[in-house]
């Protein structure tokens, strides 16, 4: 027999989704069964329950960008999200075990992805591109998995994230705040003799923490303590105290030590007259990373 047409059964009625030659619906049917059917009134119509119809799933095309609020379709496979902050929900995930979605964040915003009804994403409610980036996932019959995806984010610094299957979780695998001159945040009032000259600049690069402290006592000793409280992630781990000869001299002299207080606290001490020196130091760091950048930027983050 040929087919001419072809009809599935959606759950009330039929539904023509090919043909040769046209002609109305046929009536009759049972969803429950395939059903073949040749008269000189329908043409040589093939029935097909929708229990016994493969939905296709797209392996290219299916492209869509989108601005605003967006419930996917299963036509769509990559939703290109290019400006603004908002929801893309996904279709079902039952009864659609390998359907893929890529989710990609082209725009500035955020972007969260979220399941229909109650279904997950990665065990989650919802998950958020947080940074231009992509998140690829797939159903397994019941709820959608991240197979993987990754995101830049430059809001504070530099930070790249990758998709941790192991944790399903976002890992930062890189950060950089690049240097940044916080001396306008040094405080000298009630120094003794303070420093005719100072300088202090901080940078956080992933698990570390780096600092430049320079300082000329011009004609006396200059001291003390509590000159300057970072925001929280730019301090070391623990208060830190690095004596005299650990110091960097230009002029060879002794220069005192300096020294955080709490992680945060920055102390200084020189014992010695018209000295000038530098100190560079990195401290392991396991803050969180911080909120904000504290003064200005010094040069430029590393490409």
């Known amino acids: 027999m040929t087919v001419r047409s072809m009809y599935v059964y959606n759950g009330s009625s039929w539904d023509e989704v090919g043909y040769t030659i046209a002609h109305g619906v046929p009536a009759g049917g049972a969803s ?15 029935w097909v329950a929708a229990e016994g119809w493969v939905t296709p799933i797209r392996t ?9 609020l967006y419930t996917a379709t299963n036509d769509d496979r990559v939703i290109n999200c290019t400006s603004g902050t908002y929801t893309i929900t996904l279709p079902t995930a039952v009864s659609q075990a390998g359907r893929e979605f890529v989710i990609n964040n082209s725009g500035s915003g955020v972007i969260t992805v979220d399941g229909a009804g109650s279904e997950t994403v990665a065990g989650a409610a919802t998950q958020a591109l947080s940074g231009r980036g992509r998140l690829r996932i797939v159903s397994d019959g019941s709820n959608w998995v991240v197979i993987d995806g990754s995101y ?17 979780r976002w890992q930062m695998t890189y950060g950089d705040t690049g240097w940044r001159d916080v001396t306008s945040l040094v405080n000298v009032s009630g120094w003794t003799n303070a420093p005719t000259a100072l300088a202090v600049y901080v940078r956080r690069t992933l698990e570390q923490s780096s600092m430049i402290v320079q300082w000329n006592a011009g004609t006396g000793s200059c001291s003390g303590e509590g000159i300057l409280t970072l925001p929280s992630g730019f301090g070391p781990a623990a208060s830190i105290i690095a004596p005299a000869g650990s110091l960097n001299t230009i002029d060879g002299a002794n220069v005192g030590s300096w020294y955080w207080a709490t992680g945060t606290t920055l102390n200084l001490t020189s014992p010695a007259t018209s000295v000038v020196a530098r100190t560079i130091t990195t401290l392991p760091c396991s803050a969180a990373w911080p909120a904000s950048l504290p003064g200005t930027a010094s040069g430029s983050i590393p490409a």
């Not at 429950?32 to 093939?46: E, F, N, P």
């Not at 984010?153 to 399903?168: C, K, M, P, T, Y």
């Open 32 to 46: 429950s069964a395939i059903l073949s059917k040749s008269s000189a009134t329908d043409y040589d119509t093939a």
């Open 152 to 168: 830049a984010d430059e809001s504070v610094g530099r930070r790249l994230f990758q998709w941790d299957a192991n944790n399903s």
């Open 60 to 68: 290219s095309g299916g492209y869509v960008a989108k601005t605003a």
